[in-house]
């Protein structure tokens, strides 16, 4: 794997179906930007936990950590976000369907603009 621009932290309490939705999604993207996925759980359920460490098995987390209780998002994201050295960091929830394979690539045109603090969110469609 190249050299990751983008850490992705996933935080995660529990949420069984969105959080493997949100991943199973995330990993459809494509690596015109290479990125990094890191899950931070925050004390889930034991089926939830069982899952998330298949996931890092087969590849489909880079790092994950397992919290033994629920120390909140910004806990898990300061833990997530040190896990992997990358330019960028950023935090998705663990309820967003990435639907679009260049999302990524997209985000990086909109920070062409060269100024060194920006902020962005999602755009929500009816």
Not at 10 to 27: D, G, S, W, Y
Not at 51 to 65: C, M, S, V, Y
Not at 74 to 82: D, E, H, T
């Amino acid at each position: 794997m190249q050299q990751p621009v983008v850490n992705i932290t996933i935080p995660v309490f529990n949420r069984f179906v969105l959080t493997q939705k949100t991943i199973l999604a995330l990993r459809k993207s494509l690596r015109t930007v290479p990125f990094s996925v890191t899950v931070v759980d925050n004390g889930s359920e034991p089926p939830l936990v069982e899952r998330l460490r298949e996931f890092h098995q087969t590849g489909l987390i880079d790092k994950l950590f397992l919290l033994p209780r629920n120390m909140g998002i910004s806990c898990a994201c300061n833990i997530g976000w040190s896990m992997t050295d990358a330019p960028y960091y950023m935090k998705l929830d663990n309820d967003i369907l990435i639907q679009d394979p260049a999302w990524l690539e997209k985000l990086f045109k909109l920070w062409r603009h060269g100024k060194p603090l920006s902020t962005l969110g999602p755009a929500w469609s009816k």
